[in-house]
């Protein structure tokens, strides 16, 4: 899918060499780092998807984000800057937030797609109540026919771009899925598998791993049969997974949010959306409380964007964190065009 989308005609960006934007080394099974982290780091996540554990966690805008850009570095935000007031705790529990999370960001098929879903994100982010139509966050209020023009202009060039730099990619590296990466190591006996947080062990003679079955949830498993908590019909996407999509349109769309509100929060300081008990559709037997998904800004929403296709097996680490790198050129250079258009000085 998308064999040929690096050779559309871009927005904003041009061609300066290999790529429109360098990722940097793609992951390979020949780095140490696969083994030693990535594949663990996969692994320890979807074993915490387990509905059974009464492991909870922070997930408020205090506890979460902030990251600078292509780390998890973030320790949260002291204060909203709309209130003054801290953030409050929002104290779920850590299954419910992995499982949440992979299928509120999923975006597949019948879904608005990741690029539609920065769309419906921009749209609440200006139909909140104390939100000004201020190019910038400065000058006149413009109507709401206007902004909404230049907003679509600069918000789905960026996420026309980042498609092709992230396909561009994609077909050069042509990299493993994790459902790939697994079972390959398995049929290594998990090799060199750095197991520090209980996800790998040997059981008659064979390693398991703790993994998703869709018939039990989370319990170990031959990883030769692992598989992503994804619905049946929908697994794994068809195409390479080095860089992930979600992390670089998620990224450039967050830039030119920034960039054209003036602010990098949300109206109001907070975005929530509470996703309600049985909402899940990979297993309705979990998530019995609602749980408020919260982001101070639009960086903390785009962040969780590409962190939850590792909840849901879909990328390892290094995917997400260079779609976000590219993700943010390509968002700064779409909206440094538009603004051209919209003062009547582009070509």
């Given at each position: 899918?998308?064999?040929h989308?690096?050779?559309?005609?871009p927005?904003?960006?041009?061609?300066?060499?290999?790529?429109?934007h360098?990722?940097?080394p793609?992951?390979?099974?020949?780095?140490?780092?696969?083994?030693?982290?990535?594949?663990?780091?996969l692994?320890?996540?979807?074993?915490?998807l387990?509905?059974r554990?009464?492991?909870?966690?922070d997930?408020?805008?205090?506890?979460?984000?902030?990251?600078?850009?292509?780390?998890?570095?973030?320790a949260?935000?002291?204060?909203?800057?709309?209130?003054?007031l801290?953030?409050?705790?929002?104290?779920?529990?850590?299954a419910?937030?992995?499982r949440?999370?992979?299928?509120?960001?999923?975006?597949?098929?019948?879904?608005?797609?990741?690029p539609?879903?920065?769309?419906?994100?921009?749209?609440?982010?200006a139909?909140?109540?104390t939100f000004q139509?201020?190019?910038?966050?400065?000058?006149?209020?413009?109507?709401?026919?206007?902004w909404?023009?230049?907003?679509?202009?600069?918000l789905?060039?960026?996420?026309?771009?980042?498609?092709?730099?992230?396909?561009?990619?994609?077909r050069?590296?042509?990299?493993?899925?994790?459902?790939?990466?697994v079972?390959?190591?398995?049929?290594?006996?998990?090799r060199?598998?750095?197991?520090?947080?209980?996800?790998?062990?040997?059981?008659?003679?064979?390693?398991?791993?703790?993994?998703?079955s869709?018939?039990?949830?989370?319990?170990?498993?031959?990883p030769?049969?692992?598989?992503?908590?994804?619905?049946?019909?929908?697994?794994?996407?068809?195409?390479?997974?080095f860089?992930?999509?979600?992390?670089?349109?998620?990224?450039a769309?967050?830039?030119v949010l920034?960039?054209?509100?003036?602010?990098?929060?949300?109206?109001?300081?907070?975005h929530?959306i509470?996703v309600?008990?049985?909402?899940?559709?990979?297993?309705r037997?979990?998530?019995?409380?609602?749980?408020?998904?919260?982001?101070?800004?639009?960086?903390?929403?785009?962040?969780?964007?590409?962190?939850?296709?590792?909840?849901?097996?879909?990328?390892?680490?290094?995917?997400?964190?260079?779609?976000?790198?590219?993700?943010?050129?390509?968002?700064?250079?779409?909206?440094?065009?538009?603004?051209?258009?919209?003062?009547?000085?582009?070509?």
């Amino acid at each position: 899918m998308g064999a040929h989308r690096g050779a559309v005609k871009p927005f904003a960006m041009t061609r300066r060499g290999r790529y429109y934007h360098d990722p940097g080394p793609a992951p390979s099974l020949n780095d140490p780092q696969m083994r030693a982290r990535w594949i663990p780091d996969l692994l320890r996540r979807q074993s915490q998807l387990d509905d059974r554990s009464g492991t909870t966690t922070d997930i408020s805008p205090a506890a979460l984000g902030n990251n600078t850009p292509g780390r998890n570095d973030g320790a949260g935000h002291a204060l909203n800057p709309a209130t003054g007031l801290p953030y409050p705790p929002n104290v779920v529990r850590l299954a419910d937030y992995g499982r949440v999370i992979a299928e509120y960001w999923a975006d597949g098929p019948r879904a608005e797609t990741p690029p539609g879903h920065w769309n419906v994100l921009a749209n609440a982010a200006a139909d909140a109540p104390t939100f000004q139509r201020r190019l910038g966050g400065r000058g006149p209020e413009l109507g709401r026919l206007e902004w909404d023009l230049k907003m679509y202009l600069a918000l789905n060039g960026a996420l026309h771009d980042a498609a092709i730099a992230a396909w561009d990619v994609k077909r050069q590296t042509d990299t493993a899925r994790p459902i790939s990466l697994v079972r390959f190591v398995a049929t290594q006996g998990m090799r060199g598998i750095q197991d520090e947080v209980d996800v790998l062990e040997e059981r008659g003679g064979k390693a398991m791993v703790r993994g998703w079955s869709a018939a039990a949830g989370v319990q170990w498993i031959d990883p030769l049969r692992w598989v992503p908590y994804q619905a049946a019909s929908f697994v794994s996407p068809a195409f390479p997974g080095f860089v992930s999509g979600h992390s670089t349109f998620s990224r450039a769309a967050a830039e030119v949010l920034t960039d054209l509100t003036g602010s990098a929060f949300f109206p109001g300081g907070l975005h929530e959306i509470t996703v309600r008990p049985g909402a899940l559709l990979i297993d309705r037997t979990s998530n019995t409380v609602p749980v408020r998904l919260q982001w101070a800004t639009y960086f903390d929403a785009a962040d969780q964007a590409g962190q939850s296709r590792i909840w849901g097996g879909i990328h390892i680490e290094p995917d997400d964190l260079a779609g976000r790198r590219i993700g943010q050129q390509v968002g700064l250079d779409a909206v440094a065009l538009a603004r051209r258009y919209f003062t009547g000085q582009a070509p």
